[in-house]
């Protein structure tokens, strides 16, 4: 059995999975380190998001390309992400994904925007919990509302440790919001989403190496939802299995834990895992007009009818449950102010915010959100409910006077009531049937006759449906009718928990705990059909629990939401109750009142005795008030109190504490009035003098990030630069060819060591006119021929000499620099070796006999005219085998087999080649179809470095025929 059900992830067919890379000011080194240590197979989708400059064309393709093998290429519309390829925003540009492509939009020029936000939102809307978002350097704190995003649907976040990114503005910003799941340096960052990709969940089918029993497994899972349940008073028992269970195997996994006891072991001794657990299931995934169709809807039918409607003297009230930090609430509120000026007509209007998570209530109280609210907020409402403020925005006393933030929790606490608008979106969706069915029976039992409901798109109006109907099925938005309640509320205010320290010390078996359950039932049917209604109240007069069916006596008032004697009892009966807290305060002790008659919430006449019994004499001791029927006898003794009396002195008692608050107040007002001017108007100007700082600050931060990434990537092209240049340096040594570069007004920009040899030239003539530098050339014309090249953009070609006979071939050329200027090189190549080869040639080719050169490998490197004609002649008319290139000795072998004079040749040119012999020489017949020929060859060694042997072969077929005739 599976306790938790896993969304399947396959551990490496995943090319639908995507890494968002967010960086900003120094994320060029970053990101290099990221890619020299990344593996170029993982099958994912790289996007690398930066605040990049519109006014300048981005290099950073090109710079990634030398850092990795995977394609880097930009960012372009309609085209959908493939595997292994690494994808740049293009500069000036905002990218979204959609339905599995990129969409790219122009963003408005020298703006504050979020491009990292953006993207990451939609990442984690189209790809889930395939989404993994990567925050890199940078300044600010882009990226910390989308990795919140990603981190909700499931995917991974991981940071750039602080210490190690030259801006840490951005990594610290997304470590604050709690949603990181990793901080490394950047070059373990790869080696983590590698380890991430191969063991994407620890799942039930491969969680266990040592398999646990299912008795087991649901005695660590609640072991887990009891310590939870102790620490931080939330059970999360009535949660869906499901979707806990996902979020505390992605803890696991990231823990490295094989099973659930392993991990409920760990909770137990780690305050900080727990915290951050808690964090995971309580995860604050909410903006500013979340579901813009829903606000619209609420702003063009629900507010205005609600205003409508309203009574001028009761104003209008509005819940809203599950607020997270507060952004639904204040949205509420601003449509409806917004719908009070259009109709100018002003209502009191109080909007009850509530959440189960404290910290969430801190920040939505506290009014203050980043800069990166301006994804969310149009310039209208931004400047209309908000003031800027240091690093953000703080919402202005009208919104934040409109909302009450408190703490509440849906299954355990009673609801509101008598509320025009209630919205709960998208809570209900992590409670199991039954807490779904109960919560949303205390949303409809909050929502007066003709008021509205609104649930999260994918929830739904499972009980009671026919109390409401509805005004759109797709956005949930439903109008309360006038059909009575067919589920009422009858006093149970909470599902049975279990109690968390026993759970905790004796963790039980899956019995026992049906067995628990059991006995709570009953409990609580004893309590709802023959006890008396009763409240457990502080020493404040602060419910702190009910007791059977107290519904008949809950009579809630306009106001600030406190749940006190003072607010929740009918009003004959809140003097006498506050009378008997009073003298159970006082002296301790149990008490009795007389019967008082008054009419119940249904409107029948009712006579209650209050009992009160105080359960331990100290002065914060918490007391039980029991409200009894006349026609029940009290079972507890208690003595009988005179009201009067103790009214009386309770009376006396605030009194004098008003009193002296009163003088104490009035010294306060004195003293404050003569300074509030003064600060006022200092305010003012400091107010606006802030707010032009802020938005000058904003826009130069946004074009110093762009600045150090231009910055970057110039420091890189200069390094790519200086290489360059050194290899350049390097070529020109070893090619060994004197070079001259000059400007278009021949002026000297550079030279090579060579050229010293020419010119008499040093570092501190770069910059002089070519003319005044001495050249030991016979070249008169160098400076005209400059002069043509660059006016005329022609190439020159000139044989020169040198004053000491050497001589150069003069090429100059002409070249554009980047500016569009022309400039000149000139090159002088020492030609004397291959004008003494030429001369060499001349003199071979007026010899008539057949003359061939022999390197000491016996390869023909030299030839006369007269043999290539031979050549030509006698079989070989393209020259491939018995010219400059074949190997004569090579040939001579291969003919030596069947002819004995080609034997004779070849050992006598090896022996003249191997230096046993200084010369060779032999007559041999060599006949064609036309003629019968004699020739002699003649094999001579050379000593020279290139040259081993010179081949003559003359003919003397004349004279061998003069002797045969003679003879």
């Known amino acids: 059995m599976r306790i938790f059900q896993r969304m399947n992830v396959h551990p490496h067919a995943v090319a639908d999975t995507i890494v968002a890379i967010g960086a900003s000011a120094g994320g060029l080194e970053a990101l290099e380190q990221f890619f020299r240590n990344c593996p170029t197979d993982l099958g994912i989708t790289y996007v690398v998001v930066q605040h990049l400059s519109p006014d300048h064309k981005s290099m950073m393709d090109d710079l990634l390309a030398r850092y990795t093998q995977m394609p880097v290429v930009m960012v372009k519309s309609d085209v959908a992400p493939l595997p292994d390829t690494v994808y740049l925003i293009p500069a000036g540009t905002h990218i979204e994904i959609e339905e599995g492509r990129f969409k790219v939009t122009q963003k408005l020029p020298h703006t504050f925007s979020l491009p990292i936000d ?128 996902r979020r505390i195997e992605r803890r696991m996994q990231l823990k490295h834990l094989k099973n659930l006891r ?33 606000f619209e809807l609420l702003a063009q039918e629900v507010i205005p009818e609600i205003i409508a409607h309203a009574n001028p003297l009761q104003g209008i009230r509005c819940w809203v449950a599950g607020c997270s930090t507060g952004e639904e609430a204040y949205s509420l509120v601003m449509l409806f102010l917004e719908a009070f000026e ?58 934040r006077q409109a909302v009450v933030f408190a703490k509440h929790n849906l299954l355990q606490d009673a609801p509101f009531t008598r509320m025009d608008l209630v919205s709960c979106r998208n809570t209900l969706i992590y409670f199991k049937n039954m807490a779904q069915d109960l919560v949303l029976q205390k949303l409809q039992y909050a929502v ?90 502080d020493h404040t007069g602060k419910v702190i629990h009910l007791y059977g069916d107290v519904q008949s006596l809950l009579q809630l008032r306009h106001g600030a939401a406190e749940f006190t004697l003072n607010k929740v ?103 404050l009035e003569t ?60 090619a060994g060819i004197a070079t001259l570069f000059v400007d278009q007004n021949k002026t000297v920009t550079r030279y090579t060591p060579d050229a010293i040899r020419l010119f008499k030239i040093r570092d501190s003539d770069i910059g002089r006119p070519v003319d005044e530098i001495v050249s030991r050339l016979q070249y008169n014309e160098f400076s005209q021929d400059l002069a043509i090249t660059l006016n005329h953009e022609r190439t020159i070609e000139r044989e020169v000499k040198s004053t000491d006979g050497v001589e150069f071939l003069v090429r100059i050329l002409p070249y554009r620099i980047s500016s569009g200027a022309i400039g000149a090189v000139a090159t002088f190549v020492d030609i004397t070796p291959l004008k003494a080869s030429q001369q060499l040639q001349i003199l071979l080719n007026a010899l008539p006999e057949h003359v061939a050169v022999l390197d000491k490998f016996g390869q023909i490197v030299l ?13 070989d008319p393209t020259l491939a085998q018995t010219c400059t290139g074949a190997n004569y000795l090579d040939a001579c072998e291969q003919a030596a087999e069947q002819d004995p004079f080609a034997r004779r ?45 010179v081949v003559s072969h003359v003919n003397v077929t004349d004279w061998i025929i003069k002797e045969q005739q003679h003879d």
């Open 863 to 875: 030839v006369n005219s007269a043999w290539e004609q031979f050549a030509r002649v006698n079989g």
């Open 118 to 245: 953006i993207f990451f939102k939609s990442v984690a809307k189209s790809f889930g919990n395939k989404s993994i978002a990567v925050i890199l350097s940078g300044t600010g704190s882009d990226g910390s509302l989308g990795i919140a995003d990603i981190n909700a649907v499931g995917g991974l976040v991981i940071v750039q440790q602080p210490t190690d990114a030259k801006f840490d503005g951005m990594p610290t910003s997304a470590i604050h919001t709690g949603a990181v799941h990793d901080v490394l340096p950047v070059r373990e960052i790869p080696t983590r989403l590698k380890h991430y990709l191969e063991n994407p969940g620890v799942g039930f089918n491969n969680l266990d190496i040592e398999p646990q029993t299912e008795l087991e497994q649901i005695a660590a899972r609640d072991d887990i939802f009891a310590i939870l349940n102790n620490e931080f008073h939330i059970n999360f028992a009535d949660y869906k299995v499901g979707t806990i269970g």
């Open 675 to 734: 300074s509030n001017e003064e600060l006022q108007a200092t305010n003012e100007e400091l107010m606006a003098s802030n707010e032009e700082m802020q938005s000058a600050n904003e826009e130069l931060q946004s074009v110093n990030e762009e600045l150090n990434t231009v910055n970057s990537e110039y420091h890189e092209k200069m390094v790519i630069l200086n290489r360059i240049n050194a290899d350049l340096d390097s070529m020109s040594r070893a």
């Open 448 to 537: 007066v006759p003709d008021g509205f409901l609104t649930l999260g798109i994918s929830e739904s109006m499972t009980i009671n449906s026919s109390s409401f109907h509805s005004l759109d099925t797709k956005l949930k938005v439903f109008q309360r009718n006038h059909t009575p309640l067919s589920h009422e509320l009858r006093g149970q205010f909470a599902l049975a928990a279990k109690p968390a320290m026993e759970r905790v010390a004796h963790p039980r078996l899956a019995r026992e705990h049906f067995k628990d359950t059991w006995v709570e039932q009953a409990r609580e049917m004893v309590l709802q059909q023959f006890a008396p209604p009763a409240m457990l109240v």
């Open 569 to 671: 009892l009918p009003d004959k009966l809140q003097p006498v109750a506050s009378a008997l807290l009073h003298k159970c305060k006082r002296e301790g002790g149990n008490y009795r009142s007389e019967f008082v008659r008054f009419n119940d919430a249904k409107g029948q006449e009712s006579s209650y005795q209050v009992v009160a019994q105080t359960l331990e004499h100290k002065p914060e001791s918490q007391v039980l008030l029991a409200f009894v029927r006349a026609a029940i006898a009290p079972t507890l003794p208690a003595t009988p109190v005179e009201l009067s009396h103790e009214l009386s002195d309770k009376i006396n008692a605030l009194e004098v504490e008003l009193q002296a608050t009163r003088e104490s107040l009035q010294a306060t007002i004195e003293e």
């Open 905 to 949: 040749a070849y050992l006598g040119i090896k022996s003249v080649l191997e230096g046993s012999k200084s010369s060779f020489q032999m007559s041999y017949p060599c006949h064609s179809p036309a003629e019968n020929r004699w020739f002699v060859m003649h094999a001579v060694s050379v000593k020279h470095g290139q040259f081993a042997a």
């Open 262 to 294: 392993e991990y409920a072991n760990l909770l137990q001794v780690n305050a900080a895992e727990l915290d951050t657990l808690r964090g995971e299931l309580l995860i604050p995934v909410t903006s500013f007009f979340r579901d813009r169709s829903v």
């Open 342 to 399: 259009q109709r100018n007509e002003w209502l009191p209007l109080k909007v009850f915010a509530t959440d189960i998570n404290q910290d969430n209530l801190d920040i939505a109280s506290n009014g203050h959100y980043p800069a990166t609210i301006l994804s969310e907020l149009s310039t209208d409402h931004l400047n209309k409910f908000f003031d800027v403020d240091v690093d953000g925005y703080r919402v202005k006393p009208q919104l």
